[in-house]
């Protein structure tokens, strides 16, 4: 493998959120070879609308579930004329206006996907592209993302004798005017389905099978990842209490919206953001029910006994985790109930990899991100060293997972917004931040 300078080569694939942190904070650690593969024609990831069903595209409607406050990259804050949740259009300018300010677009090649990866004995890289070509690459950072191809529920599609898709699919609430459509899941992909959908839609219903805290996104006039950033310097047990009382205090019990109670704490779980839902459930437009027992042709028998007749399902249920330029044998993480990387980005077998944005945080993905990119091109730049038992480290890091957060797929990657953050920052030289250091940071973003 190449010395670890500014002459080692390095591919990042994917041009989204965290590519484009993640080419900006090489050049800035001194790194010169840096090419990004991106298979769009632009940079944004999942945030270029497409009214098509190609990439994973956000829909018409989105807008961002965590605040801008606590939305932006580290060193690159959002316009002050941004709403307190932007536009997807909003968020997609912002990008782009990164991209232009720290001067990446000459380092991607868009139109171009990576069509094959290959470990070599010297631990370098050699890449297969769209276009026929194969590079050679000292290192590898990878930030595909991971809400790329959809976790359908079994046995539903092939089932229901009606319209069938997953949210992947969902793009505006026009093809469902006057349908009856059942939503399954309530994520935010599925809240939001649910409330667009209701606008035009003859009767929605929303399929929860188990518990969920849904969160609306504003409390005492504040967003409300802002307000719940302040508890993060309390005692965990006085948070968790504040945290409880605080959605106590806005919404009541989930049961009076026909919602099952949660019996877990609140950050034990990936929040649902959503202002809207419980209202439109309140106001008789959404109907919650529970999980589905069994379908026939397009009435559906749900747990509790009740059966219903609907001409559409949507299923939000979720995205595997994907890496489909690595041979099945490699690295694949489809199916895998952990994800043993230390700090979310190291693999106990390949110094020269990385991944980016391979996380699900309680809060936006690029801040953290960035911090991922910085320390990565620290360690290209040899100012940062894997540390010895690096497997031993990761297991631990997906053993903290199991006892934080509720057992399931869609939480094999989730970290703690803060306390992710705060072990980034520890690591990345220069930047051990302390206590006081952490909490004014925090504070001048609220």
Not at 335 to 340: G, I
Request: hydrophobic residues 35%; proline residues 5%; neutral net charge.
């Amino acid at each position: 493998m190449s010395t670890t300078t500014q002459k080692a080569r390095v591919a990042v694939i994917g041009a989204g959120c965290s590519g484009i942190t993640t080419i900006k904070n090489l050049l800035q650690a001194g790194v010169e070879d840096v090419v990004c593969y991106e298979q769009n024609g632009d940079i944004g990831g999942n945030w270029i609308y497409s009214p098509k069903i190609s990439h994973s595209s956000v829909c018409e409607t989105t807008h961002i579930i965590s605040s801008k406050t606590l939305s932006a990259f580290e060193d690159y804050p959002m316009p002050d004329d941004y709403p307190d949740y932007p536009s997807h259009e909003q968020v997609l300018a912002y990008f782009r206006d990164y991209a232009r300010h720290f001067g990446l677009y000459d380092h991607i090649q868009f139109n171009t996907s990576v069509k094959h990866v290959q470990l070599l004995d010297d631990q370098r890289w050699k890449l297969e592209l769209s276009d026929g070509k194969k590079e050679v690459f000292d290192y590898l950072l990878i930030a595909n993302g991971h809400h790329n191809v959809p976790r359908h529920p079994e046995g539903i599609a092939e089932s229901f004798a009606g319209e069938y898709l997953h949210s992947h699919a969902y793009k505006t609430n026009t093809p469902f005017k006057d349908q009856r459509v059942l939503v399954i899941g309530c994520g935010n992909s599925g809240c939001d389905c649910a409330v667009e959908i209701s606008r035009v839609a003859e009767h929605t219903s929303i399929s929860i099978r188990r518990a969920q805290y849904i969160v609306p996104k504003f409390f005492l006039g504040r967003p409300t990842d802002t307000f719940n950033s302040t508890l993060t310097y309390l005692p965990k047990k006085l948070g968790g209490w504040m945290r409880s009382l605080t959605l106590k205090m806005m919404i009541g019990n989930y049961r009076a919206y026909n919602l099952p109670e949660p019996n877990f704490p609140v950050t034990a779980a990936h929040p649902t953001m959503n202002s809207e839902l419980l209202y439109k459930i309140r106001h008789g437009k959404v109907h919650p029910r529970t999980g589905i027992e069994k379908i026939v042709g397009k009435k559906i028998t749900f747990t509790d006994g009740r059966t219903e007749e609907y001409d559409t399902i949507v299923a939000a249920t979720g995205y595997k985790i994907t890496l489909p330029f690595f041979d099945q044998d490699f690295i694949n993480y489809e199916e895998a109930d952990r994800v043993p990387l230390y700090l979310r980005m190291f693999h106990e077998s390949y110094p020269s990899l990385a991944f980016i944005g391979l996380f699900q945080p309680q809060g936006a993905i690029w801040p953290l991100s960035d911090l991922q990119a910085k320390l990565a091109a620290n360690m290209i730049m040899g100012r940062w060293n894997r540390p010895e038992k690096i497997g031993a480290l990761a297991e631990q890091d997906s053993d903290f997972i199991e006892k934080e957060f509720t057992r399931s797929k869609r939480h094999t990657i989730e970290v703690h917004y803060h306390r992710f953050r705060k072990r980034l920052l520890q690591q990345i030289p220069g930047t051990a931040p302390s206590w006081e250091g952490i909490k004014k940071a925090v504070l001048e973003k609220i």
